[in-house]
């Protein structure tokens, strides 16, 4: 049985695929919100998507602690408390971390997250090329479903697979975690960069000088560096960084044109930037674009001043 929690516009295009498979719970924190999507079969996180009859709604945690695979899919920064808040109720399971962020305190991905919280639980990363809107209407992606448990993880890959999602199995938790958040930083870089007027060209090297230090990174943290290049790494990058469905390439073209953007919005870039700007840090690992971007979006340094400093660098090899 699968759960999925946190009801926002990922679980909820999640559970529409895997309700494709089978029943699925969908578990919303907000009773009230609860009440009305089981209601409505709707949400205004999906607009114009129907809820299938297969996902039964519920604000219970008892309906989640009935499975045995769940889901978490609530930003990145919220979900050591939610381990926290429902240890009882989660332990011993698969727990499949679809965030994309690193902790800001404690400066980790979900699946380190999930170990250090949860030891009886069996930690997994569904990450990759994968916008909600694009998956609740039923369009075909491929994502990496990582487990460091191979047995589970060929479960997770089997259970998980619907229609219209194709994953590839990896034991690599740390790369999949790893490319996911940091490619949300490269994002707002990038939007950044065309809100300004600096054009596609620009653009190009940012996402590649970008991709440089998500692997320099990764690499320096024992990831392995297949995982950076696969659908987690490159091809979620790729796709986050040139599309206007992304709300982080959003949120940089607003910073770039001088605009406001959604406070509401879920934008995991923010916060990872500042993480990953720590963590480059602590770790000594030369990561130029991603600094930049917490300095920017800490309303520290200009986004042209930016530019600027990554352009005056020393000259070196590529
Ligand atoms: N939207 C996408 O296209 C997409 C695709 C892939 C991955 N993701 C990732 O999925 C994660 C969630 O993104 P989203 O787009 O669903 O965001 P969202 O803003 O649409 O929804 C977030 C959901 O999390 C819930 N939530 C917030 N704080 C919580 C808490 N403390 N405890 C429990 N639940 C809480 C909210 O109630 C809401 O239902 C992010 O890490 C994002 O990077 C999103
Ligand atoms: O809207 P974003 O920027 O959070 O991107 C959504 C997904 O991560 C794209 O794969």
Request: include cysteine.
């Amino acid at each position: 049985m699968i759960a999925v929690a946190g009801a926002g516009a990922f679980g909820t295009a999640l559970a529409i695929s895997l309700a494709s498979n089978g029943p699925v719970t969908l578990w919303a924190r907000d009773a009230a919100a609860s009440a009305r999507m089981r209601e409505r079969r709707e949400t205004a996180y999906l607009p114009g998507v129907t809820l299938p009859a297969g996902i039964d709604i519920t604000a219970e945690m008892a309906a989640v602690a009935l499975a045995d695979t769940v889901l978490l899919a609530m930003p990145a920064q919220t979900i050591r408390g939610f381990l926290e808040a429902n240890r009882d109720a989660l332990d011993g399971k698969a727990l499949v971390a679809c965030c994309k962020g690193i902790d800001l305190a404690t400066l980790t991905g979900a699946a380190s997250t999930i170990g250090a919280i949860l030891p009886g639980a069996t930690p997994a990363i569904l990450t990759g090329p994968s916008f909600a809107a694009d998956i609740a209407r039923g369009l075909p992606t491929a994502l990496t479903i990582a487990c460091a448990d191979e047995g589970a993880g060929h479960r997770l890959q089997r259970d998980l697979t619907t229609g219209n999602l194709r994953l590839y199995r990896t034991t690599d938790t740390l790369g999949a975690e790893l490319g996911g958040a940091l490619k949300n930083v490269i994002a707002i870089a990038s939007g950044a960069c065309i809100g300004k007027g600096y054009g596609a060209s620009a653009r190009a090297a940012l996402m590649t000088r970008g991709f440089a230090e998500m692997q320099r990174l990764a690499a320096h943290l024992g990831a392995d560096p297949a995982t950076l290049m696969g659908l987690s790494g490159f091809g979620d990058l790729t796709l986050t960084c040139t599309s206007d469905l992304s709300r982080n390439y959003r949120f940089g073209l607003a910073l770039g044109r001088g605009e406001a953007f959604d406070a509401g919005a879920t934008v995991e870039g923010v916060r990872t930037a500042e993480a990953v700007a720590h963590l480059a840090r602590r770790e000594g690992v030369d990561m130029p674009i991603t600094t930049l971007v917490a300095e920017v979006v800490g309303g520290r340094i200009e986004v042209a001043a930016g530019l600027g400093q990554l352009l005056s660098r020393p000259l070196k090899e590529e």
